[in-house]
Every structure is written in structure tokens, then in C-alpha cells.
């Protein structure tokens, strides 16, 4: 759509500057498809198919002609239908690869939602695991809720009848859905973003320091893709207003949305380097204490495991054109992508060891006829050599 667009616009841009010079007969014209340059009457002129439509050609190149009257232009013959024929039928290879993928992002999807909203529940029920740190973790998880049930919604719009002719389909409500897919796939990006600052904070400063940050930490991971989507929106509405917005291949504009979601990417990468050297110089045991070894254990172990799903893959992806490596893309980040929600509840509060500590607490509490007392205190959890070290929940 972005290439016809540019072709229109090259094709009724020399009339105006050579308005004086035009001959006698048929004024240069654009029919949506083809720009027709100017010609006497009684001349015929035949030209090739579209380009755009040459992968889809069931042929080789076809001609189209038209005959300049003295009324005008003639209808083209034969039709584009017609000398243009185009493979309009997917393959039943391709049909097997596009359902299968469907059918594993949409499970991935689904126990995502189910295990994170699981997760949110639990970090924000027990009182000892509200902090900053577990804040984070909260807004992060539902940045993939959001994002999942947006593609859901996407999908249901776009893809509601399958004789849809998505060239031409434009609805407003596509157009929203396709927003809400974009946003909210940018700020989960930018929360993936936050949580590896606020970890190198927790690694540089102290905690009392690390809480200085969170609400601009906060302001970015929502501000940041509010800002760029609004920018995107506005750009597409007044420059680029084809289809449901969902073409982007070739749209300048693409990049509102795409640039900052490399950057993140770029800059996690090189957080997640820096948090590697700042690791292995503290957990060196000549230079660590004990009572803190542990804390900066637990935090390698999780940083480890979730700043490679951080979407360090894009790296190489989204250097490339846009539909490169279609298929290889499709399964990463469609089918990989859609079970990252339930890997970062897993690693973010179920195999926690503060929120296990926390649910047996409270489950031991109950079967004894013991209610825990909530105060905001350190306590003691017996480390794996049997001594007791005093460390905090947060």
C-alpha cells in the first residue's frame, strides 16, 4: 500500500510542473494501479503488471493496454483480473504452518494470562511482598496480560470472516485494535527495560537508594510508549491512513514504534553485560561479606534467567528487513514469545524463595490456628549450610 501510494504520488506530480506543455489527447492518469503518461489520440499503449503484483502472479508478466480516444482513456484490456491472474489461494502447506502456529501462540497466550494474573494476585495479597522491587514485578506482568489480550482482540477483529480482503478492510475498529496491540507490546518492552535498571540500582546502591528511582522508572515504562504511540498515531491518521494500519513494510513510520523497541532491546543487552561483571566481582568470595552473599545469589539466579528472555533475539531480527526470515521470526517470536509471560511468573514469583517463604508462612499460620503478625521487620531464613542469616523480604 505504501509503494502505491509513492507511485501516485510520482505519477501526479509531473502534470503539475509540465501543466503548459501537455499535448492534445490523454492527460497522464493514475488507476489505483498503473500511471498511464500522456498520449494522442488513436495512440495505444500497452504496459507490465503492477510490480507489486509479481509474487503473487500464478504467470509470468502480463500486458495491459489502453486505447487514448477522444473521449479519453479506454477501459484497460484485458482486465487486471484477467492478465494479472494472482495466486489468490494459500497453500495447503503454508495453511498447516500458519494454523499450527495459531494454535501454539494461542495456548502460549493463554497460560500466560492464566499464571501471571496468578502471580499479580500473590505479590499483591501478602503484605511483606509489597516493595518497590515486587512493584515492579507487578506492573511487568500485567504489561504481558495486557499484551496478550490485546493480540487476542487483534486477531478477532482482523480476522473475524476468512473472505476479508485485508487491502482494502478499514474499519475504525481494526485501527484501535491494531494501537492496542502496538502500545502495549512497546511498553512491555520498556518494563523489561525498567526491570533490568532497577536491578543494576539494586546492584550499585543500596535499596534505600534504588527506591528514588522507581516512580521515574515508573513515568518512563508507562510515559515512554504513550509518547511514541501518540506520534505514531497522528503520522498514520494524517500520512499513511491504508488498510487497518497493520501494513507496515516500507512505512517510514514503522519506526516510531520499532526504534525505541530496538533501543530497549540494545540497551537491556548491555545491561544484562554489566550486571554479569557486577555479579561475578561481588559474588567473588574474597570480597563479599556473608550476610549479603545470598541476597546477590538469589538476584544472579533470576537475572541469569530472565535478562536473556528480555528479547535479546531481536537484536538480529529487527536489524533486517521486515519480513526476512519469515518464518524463523514467526516461530520465535510468536510461539517462543507467547510462553515468555509464564517463564517470567515462574522465575519472578513462583520459584521465589521470599514468596515461597511468605505462602508457607501463612499456610502453616492457618493449619495451626496461627495468624502471622504483619509488621514490616526483618526476619530470619535458615540458609542452605544451616546457619541463620538476618536478611529482608524487599
Known sequence: MTELKKKEVECLEDPEEHRNATPPGCKRTWDK????PEADAGETLALPCPNILFHFMKESAGIIKRNCTKKGWSDPFPPYHIACSVEDEIPLEEQSYFSTIKII????????????????????????????????????????????????IKDAVLFQEEDIDHCSFSTTECKISVVFCHYFMMTNFMWLLVEALYLNCLLLSSLSHGRRYFWWLVLFGWGFPTLFTLIWIL????????????????????????????????????L??????????????RQINFNNSSQYRRLSRSTLLLIPL?????????????????????????????????????????????????IGRRWHGKRYGLMPVWRRTRWTVPSSSGVKMTTSVC
Request: charged share 15%.
Open 33 to 36: 494501479l498503473l500511471c498511464w
Open 310 to 358: 528480555f528479547g535479546t533475539h531481536y537484536i538480529v531480527f529487527n536489524f533486517l528487513p521486515e519480513y526476512t526470515s519469515l518464518g524463523v521470526r514467526l516461530y520465535l517470536e510468536l510461539c517462543i514469545g507467547s510462553f515468555q509471560g509464564f517463564i517470567v511468573a515462574v522465575l519472578y514469583c513462583f520459584l521465589n524463595q521470599e514468596v515461597q517463604t511468605e
Open 105 to 152: 501462540y494461542t495456548v502460549g497466550y493463554s497460560v500466560s494470562i492464566t499464571s501471571l494474573i496468578i502471580a499479580v494476585t500473590v505479590l499483591i495479597a501478602f503484605r511483606r511482598l509489597r516493595c518497590p522491587r515486587n512493584y515492579i514485578h507487578v506492573q511487568l506482568f500485567f504489561t504481558f496480560i495486557l499484551k496478550a489480550i490485546a493480540i487476542f
Open 235 to 270: 503520522a498514520k491518521f494524517y500520512f499513511e491512513d491504508t488498510a487497518c494500519w497493520d501494513i507496515n513494510q516500507g512505512s517510514p513510520y514503522w519506526w516510531l514504534i520499532k526504534g525505541p523497541i530496538i533501543l530497549s532491546v540494545g540497551v537491556n543487552f548491555v
Open 272 to 285: 544484562f553485560i554489566n550486571i554479569i561483571r557486577i555479579l561475578l566481582k561481588k559474588l567473588d568470595p
